[in-house]
């Protein structure tokens, strides 16, 4: 079954149906971990957050057009504050709980139409706590349309001690879309000195053609010994560091190429203690970085320092403040 055939099927199921909210397919190291728990359950009140956005270009700016929330997921108003691109929408992507915990099944279904512009973030880092029963998940389905400019850009994941994570985000990026997508990974609670002490977290990021064509598949699996920090702190996993960040820019509006180098020098003169790694996508459709450090705030500048080059570069605009405090 093609990936337009399965998006069909699904919106034949009811929102509520498991179909639509469990994954497809759970990977091996943290399905192992299913069970019953003795709090509420799968599916139960609260227990399944959906949320769906839908953008579209009306009078020149992009608007909300689309929106359905269901505890613990929702969204405040979009917000309009970019000086270079006041026609981008701002979105902060929120949970009325603490974080994440087990049992939860969460999905964000975001739809952006062809000419717009969206920026989206999460309001702070998700926590995921600690599981004695069964694990949690996250799907993520972002679609950019024709000449899109869409930014995902999430604040970080700090998996708490014994939690159990898995995170699938598919990108259906049209060829003439511009999509900018990161993701980082904490160690743990790195100010309470707990490091690679949870059970297991999962990610899968996919990059699809509106037809269904895989352009791109990045798989992450990091799965400490029982005793925490020993199976993920090698060389050929995060050497030992406790940030791992990752940036994914899909854009026909610079040779993929060019991106890659522009992501190369706005990380090359930091912190010489940062380890990073960049490349093009595959159809020279992008490039991405990923990164590794131990200093936060060193990796969150990075970041930055290489969204605001690659921004530059393809549409002519700095990084704006986000005022998320």
């Known amino acids: ?56 270009k009306v009078a020149g700016r992009t608007e909300l057009t689309g929106h359905y929330q269901k505890s613990p997921l929702q969204i405040m108003r979009p917000l309009y504050f970019d000086p270079a691109r006041p026609d981008l929408a701002v979105t902060f992507l929120m949970s009325t709980g603490g974080g994440i915990l087990q049992a939860d099944r969460l999905r964000t279904d975001l739809h952006c139409g062809a000419d717009t512009a969206v920026h989206l973030t999460t309001q702070a880092a998700t926590k995921v706590y600690r ?18 400019y869409v930014e ?25 879309a511009t999509v900018l997508a990161g993701e980082t990974v904490l160690a743990g609670r790195l100010a309470r000195g707990e490091r690679n002490a949870y059970r297991v977290f ?16 990045d798989t992450v699996r990091l799965e400490p010994a029982p005793t925490g920090g020993g199976g993920v702190t090698g060389p050929a996993v995060l050497a030992g560091h406790d940030v791992m960040s990752s940036l994914y820019v899909l854009s026909p509006l610079a040779p993929a190429g060019r991106i890659a180098d522009v992501l190369h020098e ?14 093009v996508l595959p159809q020279d459709s992008g490039a991405w970085l990923r990164l590794l ?27 704006p403040e986000l005022r998320k405090t």
């Open 266 to 279: 706005a990380v090359a003169d930091r912190d010489r203690s940062l380890l990073y790694g960049v490349s």
């Open 293 to 319: 450090g131990s200093d936060t705030r060193a990796c969150a500048a990075a970041m930055r320092g290489a969204w605001d080059a690659v921004r530059r570069l393809l549409i002519g605009a700095p990084a």
């Open 131 to 148: 599981m004695e029963h069964d694990y949690a998940t996250q799907l993520v389905n972002l679609t950019a349309g024709p000449r899109a």
């Open 1 to 56: 079954m093609t990936v337009a055939a399965e998006r069909a099927a699904e919106r034949a199921v009811p929102r509520l149906d498991p179909r639509h909210y469990e994954p497809a397919r759970v990977p091996y190291e943290v399905r192992r971990h299913a069970g019953t728990p003795d709090t509420l359950g799968v599916g139960r009140p609260g227990k399944v957050g959906l949320l769906e956005l839908a953008f579209e």
């Open 202 to 217: 999962a990610s899968d990021l996919e990059v699809r053609r509106p037809g269904g064509e895989l352009v791109a598949l």
């Open 152 to 176: 995902y850009l999430p604040e970080p994941v700090i998996p708490f001690v014994d939690s159990r994570l898995y995170q699938r985000t598919v990108l259906t990026v049209d060829r003439d």
